[in-house]
């Protein structure tokens, strides 16, 4: 691990405060990052993920938002920046997995999902780049999507479209600014095993107290993906050390999209 890649990152993550955004953040930090500013629902897992990062020595805020607002969106940014002085880092994480089949989804479930997984990043890009412009600083930014973006479950096909139209965003808007350095990238992480999974199996799924070891026992490496894992890759491509590239959708998963029957 490079100690002091993101010594100069002052960063949002969203989903901050549980699972890939609270890795994320931990990594940023053990990478030389000082500022960030964790966003999230929970104020009490929000406290205790800032209490922890505080003592590795970094400034760390948490900021209680429901990014499906995009009010909330300029409020992150403007509280963050009141904070901090500049941004020039973002890291979208959060995201809400709700099931729904094409010919089960409510009005309301599609617009949840939209307003959290697409709206949000996408006011939120707004927000951060409208800074850097403002600024004529260079900027980095890492989208989390899924590998449900290639296609997905069928009950999936609202989730499914939301990370794929977050996945032409993450292209529009590397396309749109790369003159101005801000690079958009975003990952596209398989099957994981964190907090909010373990919530979705129980949810929807009714999955035993078991599933994780059922489920990794029939995965080819043996293991869900890790948020610490995909942490290492995204604090790369947040950093200045991920050099030129932009506009990139990498597939983080042990199954390969395309392959069939093997």
């Known amino acids: 691990m490079d100690e002091g890649r993101n010594s100069h990152t002052r960063a949002i993550v969203t989903g901050g405060a549980q699972g890939v955004g609270l890795a994320v953040a931990n990594r940023l930090v053990d990478e030389g990052c000082r500022a960030v500013a964790l966003v999230g629902r929970s104020k009490e897992k929000g406290k205790a993920a800032v209490d922890a990062l505080k003592k590795k020595g970094a400034d760390v805020i ?38 729904g ?35 004529e600083k260079p900027g980095s930014i890492v989208n989390v999507l899924s590998m449900s973006a290639h296609a997905g479950q069928s009950f999936l096909a609202p989730y499914s479209s939301s990370k794929g139209a977050l996945a032409v965003l993450t292209k529009n808007a590397a396309n749109a600014y790369r003159k101005n350095r801000i690079r958009v990238n975003a990952v596209l992480p398989g099957w994981m095993d964190t907090p909010g999974e373990n919530i979705v199996q129980q949810k929807w799924h009714d999955a035993p107290a078991d599933w994780l070891e059922k489920a990794e026992a029939g995965q080819p490496m043996g293991q869900l993906a890790k948020p610490d894992q995909l942490a290492g890759l995204i604090a790369y491509m947040i950093s200045p050390h991920s050099g030129i590239m932009t506009g990139s959708l990498v597939d983080y998963d042990q199954n390969v999209a395309g392959v069939v029957g093997e």
Not at 68 to 88: C, R, T, W
Not at 101 to 123: A, K, M, W, Y
Request: glycine content about 6%; overall charge negative; cysteine-free.
């Open 62 to 99: 948490f900021i209680s938002a429901d990014l499906s607002d995009a009010a909330a969106s300029g409020h992150v940014v403007a509280e963050a920046l009141g904070h901090f002085g500049s941004l020039n880092a973002l890291v979208n994480a959060a995201a809400t997995s709700a099931r």
């Open 101 to 135: 089949s094409l010919v089960d989804t409510t009005p309301e479930v599609f617009d949840q999902i939209f307003h959290t997984n697409v709206r949000g990043p996408f006011f939120l890009m707004q927000r951060l780049v409208r800074h850097l412009l403002e600024a």
